[in-house]
C-alpha cells in the first residue's frame, strides 16, 4: 500500500492566488482528515470526513478555506485567496475500522504564501 | 477547556541514553491517548495508542504509560538512537465528540 498521498508535496504562491492541495486516502479508509502544522500552533484539525460527507468543518479557520471529498479515493483542500499567514505545512490523513481508527498520516504539502 | 501539555519543549540527550516524555492533559471526557513520532519533513507516525483501562504499553524500545487519575501520560525511550531524534505529539481523543486534541510536541535530539 503506498500510504496516503499528497500533492504538491511543497507550493510557493504569492498572496491572493488561489490553492489546491490533494490527497488520496489509503483505499478501504473511510475517514479523511485535513490537518494544518505551523511552529506556532502546532498540529490543528481543520476538517474531517466520514464517507465523503464533511462531519465537522469548526476548524476551517475562514471561509477563505474550503475543502472537498467527490469520492472515496480523492480530496481537496482549497484556499482562495492565499495569505502569508497560511503558510504551514498541510497534512491528510486518513483511517478507518480496519486499522482501529489509528489515523495514518501524509507526507505533507509545505505552503509558503509570499 | 480541552488541553494537552507536554514536557519538556526539547531535549537534547547522548546516543545510548534513556529520556522521559511527559503528557498532561485535561480532556474530558477521555476516549484514548495516543503518542506520534514526527520525523522532520514527514507526517506523524503513531507509536502507541492507550485506553482508559491500560497503564503501559510498549512499542520496541518505546514504552508509554498512562495514569487516568492524574491524567498523565509519559513515553520512555530506552537505550536511545540517533533514529529517535523527532518531534514527539501526545494526542488524547474525546468519547463525546471523538476530537483529537493535540499537544505541542517534544523535540529530541539525539547526539553521537
Known amino acids: 500500500d503506498a500510504g496516503v498521498i499528497q500533492s504538491p508535496r511543497h507550493e510557493v504562491t504569492e498572496m491572493g492566488q488561489e490553492v489546491t492541495l490533494r490527497c488520496k486516502p489509503i483505499s478501504g479508509h473511510d475517514y479523511l482528515f485535513w490537518y494544518r502544522q505551523t511552529m506556532m500552533r502546532g498540529l490543528e484539525l481543520l476538517i474531517y470526513f466520514n464517507n465523503n460527507v464533511p462531519i465537522d468543518d469548526s476548524g476551517m479557520p475562514e471561509d477563505r478555506f474550503s475543502a472537498k471529498m467527490p469520492n472515496a479515493s480523492f480530496s481537496t483542500l482549497k484556499i482562495q485567496p492565499s495569505e502569508p499567514r497560511d503558510s504551514a505545512v498541510y497534512f491528510c490523513a486518513s483511517t478507518g475500522r480496519a486499522t482501529n481508527n489509528e489515523q495514518f498520516f501524509g507526507p505533507g504539502t509545505r505552503l509558503t504564501v509570499l | 477547556k480541552n488541553q494537552v501539555e507536554q514536557s519538556p519543549q526539547s531535549l537534547i540527550i547522548l546516543e545510548g541514553k534513556n529520556c522521559t516524555l511527559q503528557c498532561n492533559y485535561t480532556v474530558s471526557p477521555f476516549s484514548n491517548l495516543r503518542w506520534y513520532k514526527q520525523d522532520t519533513g514527514r507526517g506523524p507516525v503513531s507509536l502507541t495508542i492507550m485506553t482508559f483501562s491500560e497503564n503501559t504499553k510498549s512499542n520496541g524500545r518505546y514504552t508509554a504509560t498512562l495514569d487516568a487519575d492524574t491524567k498523565q501520560s509519559s513515553l520512555h525511550i530506552t537505550a536511545s538512537q540517533l533514529s529517535d531524534s523527532a518531534s514527539y505529539i501526545c494526542?488524547?481523543?474525546?468519547?463525546?465528540?471523538?476530537?483529537?486534541?493535540f499537544g505541542q510536541g517534544t523535540t529530541l535530539q539525539v547526539k553521537p
Open positions: 494526542v488524547v481523543k474525546t468519547s463525546n465528540t471523538g476530537k483529537l486534541i
